[in-house]
């Protein structure tokens, strides 16, 4: 009983930052028949992760399961890197693309191993969760680093290899991180660019340059014109939206939008537009910006 009342504390602890965070995923998960599917979803590391995992085999009765969680949660706080600075009060969090991995390899190969791979991870962890809110395609890496977690937890590797994996992985997140400059998109434009274009679509370069102005287009008549003060609590603003963008793709997507690929793509461009845009200028890349 006193253990469980522990768990209780800590669990009733969590819940504060992530109920306000996220009051959608909090209903989803008290109201979802399989509560394990809703599970799948949240990102390895992150508060979010933590609480309702921690809850759900509390509710469930594994409290083995629980007090394993708790222990690497707490692991897990200590796994932001760092950059000490005389000319700073305090430390100042260090981006992942800025970090050098030579000396990471050799701070690796000197230390206390595991320490310094659970720190590689928590890092990538939190990255990972910015980028795949920002970009819902993007849900391949995060598939990517599970299975390469569930791999390591299996013994399928042992801690070099893991922390090798995490180091490509790393650098590979920053290459994808880059990948708007390339496109020569802003991240905004590149989520919808990445949603009218995978999986792959067989386009000439010519029509992929008339998707990227289609998203373009869209993002800027949206925000001017449609998305409002709490768009989404009224049906008649929902509906300007997505008719916005049905008739924005029917006017400017290319041939190779098969009636059923474009219908396809109004839904998951709205269900992107309805998460990501809360209305007067408030989004999640205005809070990431």
Request: glycine share 6%; aromatic share 10%; net charge negative.
């Amino acid at each position: 009983m006193r253990h469980l009342i522990g768990y209780l504390v800590i669990v009733c602890a969590l819940a504060a930052p992530v109920c306000r965070a996220d009051g959608d995923l909090l209903e989803q998960f008290a109201l979802a028949e399989d509560r394990a599917e809703v599970l799948k979803e949240l990102i390895p590391g992150t508060e979010e992760y933590y609480f309702y995992h921690c809850l759900h085999y509390q509710n469930t009765g594994r409290l083995d399961e629980v007090e394993k969680l708790l222990d690497d949660s707490i692991a897990a706080e200590g796994y932001v890197i760092r950059e000490p600075s005389a000319s700073y009060g305090t430390d100042h969090l260090v981006d992942l693309s800025k970090i050098d991995f030579e000396a990471l390899k050799a701070k690796f190969e000197k230390g206390r191993k595991r320490t310094e791979a659970e720190k590689l991870k928590g890092e990538i962890s939190s990255k990972l969760k910015k980028m795949v809110r920002l970009n819902r395609t993007r849900m391949d890496y995060l598939e990517r680093f599970q299975r390469m977690i569930d791999n390591y937890n299996a013994g399928s590797m042992n801690i070099d290899e893991f922390f090798k994996r995490l180091i490509s992985f790393a650098q590979g997140l920053n290459e994808e991180e880059k990948r708007s400059i390339t496109e020569q998109l802003t991240e905004e434009e590149l989520a919808i660019f990445d949603l009218l274009t995978r999986p792959e679509i067989s386009l000439t370069k010519k029509e992929e340059q008339q998707v990227k102005k289609v998203g373009r287009e869209l993002i800027e008549i949206l925000k001017r014109e449609k998305l409002v003060l709490d768009w989404r609590k009224r049906q008649q603003s929902r509906a300007q939206v997505r008719v916005t963008i049905e008739d924005i793709f029917d006017h400017g997507l290319p041939q190779a939008y098969t009636p059923g690929l474009y219908q396809k793509k109004c839904d998951a461009v709205y269900q992107h537009i309805y998460e990501s845009y809360y209305g007067a200028g408030k989004s999640v890349y205005a809070f990431a910006a």
